[in-house]
């Protein structure tokens, strides 16, 4: 499985407002902040606030109780993986492109991540929880959401009006609610490539529904894993050229699909062959029922890393084979 890795630029530091890197440490009790490394600003709001244009804002390990609009095309980046908490007591607003969002840990009940930007935001290695919406992408062109973690939420990634030229990537997320949430994904009046995400707790684990009129590019949604949920896709308004599914696996409570084109039905796992809808999931690699108590708990969840690991894909490329002599299945395909 294709894997991205994101290096952080670490410039030297300076006591200047206009600095390539911008520090932020809570735990700066000094009583100077100039955003240095020496003396850094305890809020993130101040740290963006002081940052320019192409600048990163590093913060460091902490919890950090605040609400922050970034409306310049600039880098948050958590020091350490999910070291930098967040309990936000509204919504983050990300409404600048070229802005991005890596390795914070959001957790409360306030307001998860919007995104009001027109194109190329990123969102990656973050982890939400306890609200009522994750992460929402308003009107976005581009982009992309990768290797998160959403979970306790009602839904996940909501695409509000996006992808009307450029679809938004929503790839490698582990999407984890609480059972019946409403939905996982979303892509309300929006197209997006959705790929290699791994989705459980849903009513619907991806929800497309397009309003009369709309016509937008394609949206692929390929290579997810899709489980106890009630339904796997469910589409509303959805022409044959607007969707394409391929390569996906599914265990749900109700069916895999539902309001789907029917042209689309043979394309769910098995490629250029014909299918009678989904493979299931083997039950070894993930135990049905196990997210209906809360969720998918950080100690037993299984990431697509752990599916790789295990060989889940290359044993469902076999059994696939086997079933229908299938083309062989490609997580990165």
């Known amino acids: 499985m294709r894997r991205l890795l994101c290096a952080a630029v670490l410039c030297a530091p300076s006591a200047s407002f206009a600095a390539d890197t911008v520090y932020v440490d809570v735990d700066n009790t000094s009583g100077v902040e100039d955003g240095s490394s020496k003396y850094p600003f305890d ?5 963006v606030a002081a940052a320019s244009t192409g600048d990163t804002v590093q913060v460091a390990t902490g919890t950090y ?62 982890q939400l929880q306890g609200f009522t919406y994750g992460v929402v992408l308003h009107g976005v062109e581009g982009g992309a959401v990768w290797q998160n973690r959403l979970m306790d939420l009602d839904y996940g990634v909501y695409l509000a009006d996006a992808g009307a030229v450029t679809p938004p990537l929503i790839s490698n997320n582990l999407i984890a609610l609480d059972y019946p949430a ?44 899709l489980v106890d949920s009630k339904f796997g896709v469910q589409a509303q308004g959805v022409d044959p050229d607007e969707i394409s599914l391929d390569h996906n696996a599914c265990e749900v409570l109700s069916d895999c699909l539902d309001g789907v084109p029917s042209s689309q039905e043979g394309l769910v796992l098995m490629g250029s062959c014909e299918a009678d809808g989904w493979f299931p999931v083997p039950s070894d690699y993930v135990p049905s029922g196990v997210c209906k108590d809360g969720g998918l708990g950080l100690d037993k969840h299984y990431s697509l890393q752990d599916l790789e690991d295990m060989g889940f894909w290359q044993d469902l490329d076999a059994e696939v084979a086997a079933e229908g002599g299938c083309e062989v299945i490609s997580p990165d395909e």
């Open 65 to 126: 109780a605040e609400t922050v609009v970034v409306e310049k095309a600039m880098a948050l980046l958590s020091e350490e993986p999910l070291g930098a908490r967040v309990l936000p007591p509204s919504e983050w607003k990300l409404a600048a492109a070229g802005a991005s969002l890596r390795g914070f840990d959001f957790q409360g009940a306030g307001g998860g991540i919007g995104v009001y930007a027109t194109a190329t935001v990123e969102l990656q290695g973050n």
């Open 182 to 225: 409403p939905a996982g994904i979303t892509l309300d009046s929006s197209s997006a490539e959705v790929r290699h995400n791994l989705v459980s707790g849903a009513y619907a684990a991806i929800a497309h529904s397009l309003s009369a009129g709309d016509k937008l590019p394609t949206s692929y949604l390929e290579n997810n894993l």
């Open 43 to 47: 809020t993130i709001a101040e740290g």
